[in-house]
């Protein structure tokens, strides 16, 4: 079965940075394509960064571009996202899934508040 699970987040106080990570299991992790995705309170789903499978090409949402850093350790199935200066409206449930299909793993907080 596949498994995602994301871990990382926490409390941070706007400007402040956290580092995500999500290890991946049941599948040839270096094959897909991944994104993180993020829900917050009361939202729908809202797409934050896609990394190709070879760990090349990156894709990120306007809303994080430039303070957002997706990246992959195929040797680990582990799969990241480095986040820098921090905004409340990041706070949300960050998740990471394969690109292009539903799976989605569990997810893990992230909550920027002072």
């Known amino acids: 079965d596949v498994q995602l699970q994301a871990s990382g987040g926490g409390l941070v106080q706007p400007g402040g940075s956290l580092r995500l990570s999500c290890v991946a299991s049941g599948f040839t992790f270096g094959n897909y394509d991944m994104n993180w995705i993020r829900q917050a309170p009361g939202k729908g789903p809202e797409w934050v960064a896609r990394i190709s499978g070879g760990g090349g090409p990156t894709l990120y949402s306007p809303n994080v571009k430039g303070r957002f850093t997706i990246s992959r350790d195929n040797a680990r199935n582990t799969l990241n996202l480095q986040m820098n200066s921090l905004k409340p409206e990041d706070t949300a449930v960050y998740y990471c899934?394969?690109?292009?299909?539903?799976?989605r793993g569990q997810g893990t907080l992230v909550t920027v508040s002072s």
């Open positions: 899934a394969i690109a292009d299909t539903n799976n």
